[in-house]
């Protein structure tokens, strides 16, 4: 996805926000495994990468939101039922007892990725959907390399055909479509969105 703001899209939420320290000891999970929700308490993410999912009347996964190190994630954010709080990596955490406020920053952050995912999943055309959804990727998890923004989660065709409402196949399809068209480099050992690419979606925004 792509922010809907003007900001560089370097800069636009891609700091993990500041949450006040806690002493409680870290859990490490494995990819695949989910994070227990008891109550109100909240996980604080210290290293790898989530995925909320809920599902339809189906039993087919639908991913509301995506977090990674710095990120808070608990029913009181969440507020849908039924949900999972999935990993997609390893993931390092540390449960907390619920906060009598929540940071304006934590909500803030919530409303700003609800909107950029719901604007991606809004485009009518599927390739524009998944090029914008792992450009939304690269700027919010991705670090910085001399080609462009490396992605560090590795996120299955499949995830990313659940986050678009697509299929797996389609997915692998345009993927190698996106390589031969030099817009990315993308495989099982690195995901790499070229500069040139940010820049021409970031402008095609700002353009509409």
Same mark, same amino acid.
């Given at each position: 996805?792509?922010q809907i703001? *003007?900001?560089p899209?370097s800069?636009?939420l891609s700091q993990?926000i500041a @949450?006040?320290?806690f002493s /409680?000891?870290k859990?490490t999970?494995?990819?695949?495994?989910t994070?227990?929700?008891?109550g109100?308490?909240l996980? =604080?993410? @210290? /290293? &790898?990468f989530v995925?909320?999912?809920t599902w339809?009347e189906?039993g087919?996964v639908?991913?509301?939101?995506?977090?990674?190190p710095?990120?808070?994630?608990?029913t009181?954010? !969440?507020?849908?039922h039924p949900?999972?709080i999935?990993?997609?990596?390893?993931?390092s955490?540390? *449960?907390m007892?619920?906060? $009598?406020?929540l940071p304006?920053n +934590?909500m803030?952050?919530q409303?700003?990725q609800a909107l950029a995912l719901?604007?991606?999943?809004?485009c009518?055309?599927?390739?524009?959907?998944l090029l914008?959804?792992?450009?939304?990727?690269?700027?919010? #998890?991705?670090?910085?390399v001399?080609?462009?923004r490396?992605?560090?989660? =590795?996120?299955t065709?499949?995830?990313?055909?659940d986050a !678009? &409402?697509?299929?797996r +196949?389609?997915?692998?399809r #345009?993927?190698k479509?996106?390589?031969i068209?030099g817009?990315?480099?993308? $495989?099982?050992k690195?995901r790499?969105?070229?500069?040139?690419?940010?820049h021409?979606?970031q /402008?095609?925004?700002l353009l509409r």
């Open positions: 996805m792509l703001s *003007q900001k899209l800069q636009t993990p @949450h006040p320290s /409680a000891p859990v999970f494995k990819r695949r495994e994070l227990p929700i008891k109100r308490a996980w =604080k993410i @210290h /290293a &790898g995925r909320i999912i339809d189906e087919y639908i991913p509301v939101s995506f977090w990674g710095g990120s808070l994630v608990g009181e954010l !969440i507020l849908m949900y999972e999935q990993c997609i990596t390893s993931v955490a540390e *449960q007892s619920s906060l $009598s406020q304006a +934590v803030v952050e409303t700003h719901l604007r991606i999943l809004h009518r055309h599927i390739d524009c959907r914008q959804f792992i450009g939304w990727l690269a700027n919010r #998890f991705g670090h910085p001399p080609e462009g490396l992605i560090p989660m =590795k996120i065709h499949q995830e990313l055909a !678009i &409402g697509t299929t +196949v389609t997915i692998t #345009f993927l479509q996106f390589e068209d817009l990315m480099q993308w $495989s099982a690195s790499v969105v070229y500069t040139s690419t940010l021409r979606m /402008a095609s925004i």
